[in-house]
C-alpha cells in the first residue's frame, strides 16, 4: 500500500501531461496519417484583406478562394525552412484547377520581394501579413504552415513545418489535383 502511495503523484502527473498534451496537439487525423491541432481544419476560411505584393492595385479577399483548391502557404524571407520547402511549391505552377497563394508573414514588403526574386515565385499571389494578423486567425504558430482550402472555401487539411514530397500524394488524395514529379526526387526527399 505504501509503494502505491508514493507513485500515485508520479501517475496523475503523467495522465494530466499525456491529456494537455493531447488536447494542445490535437487529434491523430487518419486521412493524412498526421496530428492536427489546428481547429480550422473543417471550417471556412476565416475573413481576410491583405494587400497583393504581386499586384498592388488588388487585395486578396475570402472570394479569391472559392471557386479552385488553393494551397495556402504562409512564409517569410527570413525563414530558413522556408527557403528549403520553396522547390515544393515550385512544383505546383502547372498544376490545373488550383492556386497557389503565398502569405508573407511578419516580414517586411522589400525583403520579401527580394526572396522571391532570388529563390524563385511559387505563388500566383502573395498577401502581406506584416503584423501576423491573418495567420493568427488561422491559428498559426510559426513557419511555415500550409492550408489546403477547398473550392467552397474550407480549409480540408493543415501542414505543420516544411513541405516534402509527400505533400503531393496528400494533395492528389484530397484535390484529384496530380502533380508530375521526378521518381527520383521521390526517393530522395519525401516524408514516407
Same mark, same amino acid.
Given at each position: 500500500? @505504501?509503494? !502505491?502511495?508514493?507513485?500515485? &503523484?508520479?501517475?496523475?502527473i503523467?495522465?494530466?501531461?499525456?491529456?494537455?498534451?493531447?488536447?494542445?496537439?490535437?487529434g491523430?487525423?487518419?486521412e493524412?496519417?498526421v496530428?492536427?491541432?489546428?481547429?480550422?481544419?473543417?471550417k471556412v476560411?476565416p475573413?481576410?484583406?491583405?494587400?497583393?505584393l504581386? =499586384?498592388?492595385?488588388?487585395?486578396?479577399?475570402?472570394?479569391?478562394f472559392?471557386?479552385k483548391f488553393t494551397?495556402?502557404?504562409f512564409?517569410?524571407? /527570413?525563414?530558413?525552412?522556408c *527557403?528549403?520547402e =520553396? &522547390?515544393?511549391?515550385?512544383?505546383? *505552377?502547372? *498544376?490545373?484547377? !488550383?492556386?497557389?497563394v503565398?502569405?508573407a /508573414? @511578419?516580414?517586411?514588403?522589400n525583403?520579401?520581394?527580394s /526572396?522571391?526574386?532570388?529563390?524563385?515565385n511559387?505563388?500566383?499571389?502573395?498577401?502581406?501579413?506584416?503584423k501576423?494578423?491573418?495567420?493568427?486567425?488561422?491559428?498559426?504558430?510559426?513557419i511555415?504552415?500550409?492550408?489546403?482550402i477547398?473550392?467552397e472555401?474550407?480549409?480540408? *487539411?493543415?501542414f505543420?513545418?516544411?513541405?516534402q514530397n509527400?505533400f503531393? =500524394?496528400d494533395?492528389?488524395e484530397?484535390?484529384?489535383?496530380?502533380?508530375?514529379?521526378?521518381?527520383?526526387e521521390?526517393?530522395?526527399?519525401?516524408?514516407?
Amino acid at each position: 500500500m @505504501r509503494k !502505491l502511495i508514493q507513485i500515485f &503523484p508520479f501517475l496523475a502527473i503523467l495522465t494530466l501531461s499525456v491529456v494537455l498534451l493531447v488536447k494542445v496537439y490535437g487529434g491523430y487525423n487518419k486521412e493524412l496519417g498526421v496530428y492536427d491541432s489546428n481547429k480550422q481544419v473543417g471550417k471556412v476560411l476565416p475573413e481576410l484583406d491583405l494587400k497583393d505584393l504581386l =499586384n498592388e492595385e488588388a487585395d486578396i479577399k475570402k472570394i479569391d478562394f472559392l471557386g479552385k483548391f488553393t494551397v495556402l502557404n504562409f512564409f517569410s524571407s /527570413w525563414c530558413t525552412t522556408c *527557403a528549403v520547402e =520553396n &522547390p515544393i511549391l515550385l512544383k505546383l *505552377a502547372d *498544376a490545373k484547377d !488550383l492556386q497557389v497563394v503565398g502569405i508573407a /508573414w @511578419r516580414d517586411k514588403k522589400n525583403d520579401t520581394l527580394s /526572396w522571391l526574386s532570388e529563390k524563385g515565385n511559387p505563388y500566383d499571389k502573395v498577401g502581406y501579413d506584416d503584423k501576423g494578423i491573418f495567420g493568427v486567425s488561422l491559428g498559426i504558430r510559426g513557419i511555415p504552415e500550409t492550408f489546403i482550402i477547398d473550392k467552397e472555401g474550407k480549409v480540408i *487539411a493543415h501542414f505543420i513545418g516544411n513541405l516534402q514530397n509527400k505533400f503531393f =500524394n496528400d494533395l492528389f488524395e484530397l484535390t484529384g489535383t496530380d502533380i508530375k514529379i521526378d521518381e527520383e526526387e521521390t526517393k530522395e526527399g519525401g516524408n514516407s
